[in-house]
DNA sequence: CGAGAAGGTGACCGGGGGGTCATGTTGTGC
DNA sequence: GCACAACATGACCCCCCGGTCACCTTCTCG
């Protein structure tokens, strides 16, 4: 899809430069978030600022492609969870494994809960992801590990929802999340009570960034 | 603490334009989050840029001052929902009493996110926050509304963390945070399982911002 | 009402951001 | 090994932000 035709053949360096930004892009924007300068990544990946914008038209798509490879990775690993045979378990793994790769990648909460920073494709990745992650749940609903009206979208969500609570404790315990996975979980478990309020969508149709929601300044 | 000694007369017109002031940032902050500009904050109290840095001399101070506003509103209700006889649901009450308000403040949601933007007089207003928080959860734990080992501090963080979680679903669904918190509720819930892990602690003595972690930029 | 101080103003400053482009450099196919 | 296209470079542009300050306006008090 990023139509590389065999045509044009790619130079050594320029592959050799877009690695190293790719690489070094990944790790500044898990550090700094999603406001680290343009100069700063290209100075971690040693290569001049102009370079970033010859392999990126701005920095909007260095932070789509960055995220994209996250989302993907994370849509990878609750396909492998979902071969497990105790789906109540596997659900919560993946949901500790998706809240790991939170905590450790600033840009990746940023952009989770700022639609404005969400381009087309990174939006595509995250239905792509509630798809994947909405196979998990149904299985683990089926076995009666959660309740009948929770949903993959439902999972998607309390993955940032959770790292977010746990934030402010994250630097004196990492693995504080830990605590509000238990709590989330268990509200998660199938019981008499009534039917949860305002189901979400299947996909996570966010609000457009040129809606009149989310101004930024002025 | 303010310092407002009698022997000093503040002008009228000077009190007339801090409140004007107090007024638009609340707003400001509320709609756009802690990234709107001073420009911004002052046109929309109809005075010039000067005399903000008048009545504030920097941005964080006027930020500081609207957010213990707020935390502090915050406190006052955890106080009225203390006289409540059904402690599990007062703190319940509670809860979505202070998610609506998260909710419909953008700042209020960067600042508790993002702990390097607290200012001292901030974080007092938080801890003081976990102390009445505490309070209310205490009653619901002797009633057995909530399990014994859940903190004020859990609460609170409680907060911030649901808000997040229905972030993305809140144009289309305002009171879409109802459901999570009927999920987080049930979490929370007196039960046989085992003892959750990482207890928070009492109060939120948050990474200062000079730490080591928390870069933004370079 | 008049003097003086407190307050208001907006041009201005330094810094830093995203993005561009003319110039210099280097890998590559013939 | 040559010529050329692709690539790398960093000075540069424009914009916006937080914050300052010399100058002007307006309130207050006697």
New interface residues.
């Given amino acids: 899809m990023t139509g590389r035709t065999a045509a044009v053949q790619a130079r050594a360096d320029s592959v050799r430069n877009r690695r190293l930004l790719l690489r070094a892009a990944t790790e500044a924007f898990a550090?700094?978030?999603v406001?680290?300068?343009m100069h700063?990544i290209a100075q971690r990946a040693g290569v001049a600022k102009g370079t970033v914008f010859r392999h990126f038209p701005t920095k909007d798509d260095l932070l789509a492609a960055i995220m994209m490879q996250l989302l993907d990775r994370l849509r990878e690993a609750a396909d492998r969870f979902l071969r497990a045979d105790d789906a109540g378990g596997a659900l919560k793994d993946f949901m500790a494994h998706g809240i790991g790769l939170l905590a450790a990648d600033r840009a990746f909460?940023d952009v989770?809960?700022r639609?404005s920073l969400q381009h087309a494709d990174v939006r595509e990745a995250i239905d792509r992801l509630c798809d994947t992650v909405e196979d998990l749940t149904g299985r683990a609903r089926e076995q009666g590990a959660v309740r009948g009206d929770i949903t993959g979208t439902?999972i998607v969500?309390?993955l940032?929802?959770?790292h977010?609570?746990?934030?402010?404790?994250l630097?004196?315990?990492p693995?504080?999340w830990?605590?509000?996975l238990?709590?989330?979980?268990?509200?998660?478990?199938a019981?008499d009570?009534a039917t949860?309020?305002?189901?979400?969508?299947a996909r996570?149709r966010?609000?457009d960034p040129s809606?009149a929601?989310a101004?930024?300044?002025?």
């Fill in positions: 550090e700094c978030g406001d680290v300068s700063t909460c989770i809960g639609p439902d969500l309390l940032g929802g959770i977010q609570t746990a934030q402010p404790l630097d004196r315990e693995r504080a830990e605590r509000f238990e709590i989330a979980f268990d509200g998660l478990r019981r009570r949860l309020p305002h189901p979400p969508p996570l966010m609000a809606g929601s101004p930024t300044g002025k």
